[in-house]
């Protein structure tokens, strides 16, 4: 009986944490490329001031870390505050370049990329790409 018990915690602990992994990505896509780059955006669960970045067709996972978040706008009567968030590519070599969102609440507004040399690309939701366990990329 305590073999049952003790199995049935660790399914518990493992499909809470996967299923808490789950709520923390978002899908977007280029806006404005004539080639669309697609991406998935996590933050881990257990930490949110790390997480990761896979490009669709990418060979691997991008780490990430949350630089700065700063509150652009307080609003009145208990709505969330707006909030601007950087987070910056953790890569071997420092070419990584810097993520940049507004947020208010969990609406995510002017998710950009800003490359080192000052490039920017502007992304936008793809809802239609988001599955349960990710980010879903039909080819088209």
Same mark, same amino acid.
């Not at 049935?8 to 896509?29: E, G, P």
């Not at 502007?122 to 349960?132: G, N, T, V």
């Given at each position: 009986?305590?073999?049952?018990?003790?199995?049935?915690?660790?399914?518990? &602990?493992?499909?809470?944490?996967? $299923?808490?992994?789950?709520?923390? &990505?978002?899908?977007?896509?280029? $806006?404005?490329?004539?080639?669309?780059?697609?991406?998935? /955006? $996590?933050? +881990?669960?257990?930490?949110?001031?790390?997480?990761?970045?896979? #490009?669709?067709?990418?060979?691997?996972?991008?780490?990430?870390?949350?630089?700065?978040?700063?509150?652009?706008?307080?609003?009145?009567?208990?709505?969330?505050?707006? &909030?601007?968030?950087?987070?910056?590519?953790?890569?071997?070599?420092?070419?990584?370049?810097?993520? $940049? #969102?507004?947020? +208010?609440?969990?609406?995510?507004?002017?998710?950009? #990329?800003?490359?080192?040399?000052?490039?920017? /690309?502007? &992304?936008?939701?793809?809802?239609?790409?988001?599955?349960?366990?990710?980010?879903?990329?039909?080819?088209?």
């Amino acid at each position: 009986m305590n073999k049952l018990i003790g199995v049935l915690v660790i399914v518990f &602990f493992a499909a809470s944490y996967a $299923v808490a992994d789950q709520d923390n &990505f978002r899908c977007y896509k280029s $806006v404005g490329l004539k080639n669309t780059l697609r991406i998935q /955006f $996590v933050i +881990q669960s257990d930490n949110d001031d790390v997480g990761y970045v896979i #490009y669709e067709g990418g060979s691997a996972r991008i780490p990430i870390k949350r630089l700065k978040e700063k509150e652009l706008k307080r609003l009145p009567g208990g709505r969330p505050s707006v &909030f601007e968030t950087q987070w910056r590519e953790i890569t071997s070599d420092g070419t990584g370049g810097t993520y $940049v #969102y507004v947020s +208010q609440g969990a609406i995510v507004d002017n998710f950009r #990329y800003i490359r080192n040399d000052g490039k920017t /690309f502007r &992304f936008a939701a793809d809802l239609d790409a988001s599955a349960d366990n990710g980010c879903t990329w039909a080819t088209k």
